[in-house]
C-alpha cells in the first residue's frame, strides 16, 4: 500500500491528484481554472490526456496532449542526444625508469597516437625490486615526455607515487594536432 514516488514521468488522467489545476489546452493557449473533474471531462471530450505537468505549482498546472505521442517524441529526442554525445577514452601507457631511447620513442609514438585520437592517457611508470630506491629515474622520464608532448597534451594530473607505480594523467589540446600539417606545409618542397 506505499505509493512509490515516480519523479521521471507526471501523473495523467486518474492520478492526479489535486482538486483544481489550471488547464493548458492541445494547442498550448491557457484555459483558466478548472477542477480536476472538469478538466478531464474536457480532455475526454478532445480524445487526449490530461497530464500534470507542473505539479508544485499553486494551482498545479495540467496540459490536454497525445501523451504516447509526446513519450514517443521523447524518446526520439533522448536518443538523437545520446548519438550527439561524445565518450573520453582514458588510454594507458606503461613505461619502466631505465627505458631505452628505442623503446621510449615508440611508446611516446603510441601516446600521440592515442592524443590525436581525442583520449587521455595515464602514464604509468612501473618499478620492480630495488628501482624502487630511486623514483627520480622515473620522475625523469615523466618529465622528458611531458616536454616533448607539452605543444599536444597537457598535464591534467601532475607524477605522483602509489605503491610501485608512478602515475601522470595528460589530455590533448584542442586543434593541437589540426596546427602540425600546416606548419610542414610552409616549407618549401623543392629544397
Known amino acids: 500500500m506505499f505509493d512509490i514516488a515516480r519523479n521521471d514521468t507526471p501523473r495523467i488522467n486518474g492520478e492526479i491528484t489535486a482538486r483544481t489545476c489550471r488547464l493548458i489546452g492541445p494547442d498550448g493557449n491557457q484555459l483558466g481554472l478548472f477542477g480536476i473533474m472538469d478538466a478531464q471531462r474536457y480532455a475526454d471530450q478532445q480524445g487526449l490526456d490530461l497530464v500534470e505537468i507542473a ?3 499553486e494551482p498545479p498546472v495540467c496540459r490536454v496532449m497525445d501523451y504516447g505521442k509526446y513519450r514517443y517524441e521523447q524518446a526520439i529526442k533522448d536518443k538523437q542526444a545520446r548519438k550527439r554525445q561524445t565518450r573520453v577514452e582514458v588510454k594507458e601507457m606503461k613505461f619502466r625508469p631505465k627505458i631505452d631511447v628505442g623503446d621510449y620513442e615508440t611508446k611516446k609514438g603510441h601516446v600521440m597516437r592515442f592524443l590525436k585520437k581525442g583520449a587521455r592517457v595515464k602514464i604509468t611508470i612501473m618499478f620492480r625490486g630495488r628501482e624502487m630506491a630511486h623514483p627520480e629515474q622515473g620522475l625523469a622520464v615523466l618529465e622528458r615526455l611531458q616536454e616533448d608532448l607539452k605543444p599536444y597534451a597537457t598535464v591534467e594530473q601532475q607524477p605522483k607515487m602509489e ?26 618542397k623543392n629544397a
Open 163 to 188: 605503491g610501485r607505480n608512478m602515475h601522470m594523467l595528460v589530455a590533448p589540446i584542442k586543434g593541437a594536432f589540426d596546427k602540425k600539417p600546416d606548419a610542414e606545409d610552409t616549407t618549401p
Open 55 to 57: 505539479p508544485n505549482a
